[in-house]
């Protein structure tokens, strides 16, 4: 058994190079019995299950194949994809995990998330995730047509990147509180979001950053477990 962690690979029709290296990363590990755990931020931008666009009936075909030979899908949502739901997923067996998740390897607990619920000294941010993450108002905006998503998508997107730019490194980047509480009854923490690739060590326990998959340089940071829990924390050339 193989356990695969990506995140933060902003898929979209616009990119077909990231969209390529996520084909070739399924290809690599089609035969080794993977279980892959997505970690939010898979897409860009989700407006929706009923997408059925033809780029994304692609990457649905694949990630087909890499099932259908035994490989598990797992996907937590993110910033950007956090109204991808189960109905997506059962096109390929893939599973829903809630925020977050312990998942035991060799009797060590890993707690995987995506991310930006460490970031609380982003208030502003926080507050958006709050409102905008609201049951009742993702039910209403499911039912709106798809142009009007597809917009409103496009628009929060601009938003986020203009209010990244106007603060600060460490207000974007986790709280160390908020880091020492999710590591209390566990070993490891698995997560993406900040962009910030690396390992580092609390004490006797670790908090490990997945990479955001980048166009430019065409390189993401991934980890790989065994299930002996051997780490390989490597950079996936797309």
Known sequence: MTYLFISDLHLSQNHPRLVRGFFALLQHYQNKNTQLYILGDWFNAWIGDDDTSPWLEEIVQQLKCFTQVGNTIYFQVGNRDFALGQKFLDQFSGHLLPDTYILTINHKKYRLEHGDALCTDDISYQRFKKIIRNPILLGLLKKTPLGFRRKLANGFRKKSTSSQQEKSYDIMDVNPNA??????????????????PTQYNHQSKQRIVLGDWREATGEAQILEISEQGKQLFYTWKL
């Open 179 to 196: 880091v020492s509480k999710a590591l209390e009854n566990n070993h490891i923490l698995i997560h993406g979001h900040t962009h910030r």
